[in-house]
């Protein structure tokens, strides 16, 4: 692959990456601390916007 797309395209992902990263933390944090290492944290996050953007972030990156 030419390093003229390589570069822009890995420096790309890695922005994704990291601003999934910091969606998904916000969603966390603003979940319930009862909830923590439950399964039912798991569906209270799929039905945040946020964190379903994040998600998306990460697969897209």
């Known amino acids: 692959m030419n390093t ?12 994704t990456f990291g601003v999934a990263s910091v969606l998904q933390q916000q969603a966390a944090s603003e979940a319930p601390a009862w909830e923590s290492l439950r399964l039912r944290l798991v569906l209270d996050l799929a039905r945040r916007p946020k964190w379903l953007a994040g998600m998306g972030l990460t697969i897209a990156s």
């Open 4 to 15: 003229a797309v390589a570069v822009p395209a890995a420096l790309l992902s890695a922005l």
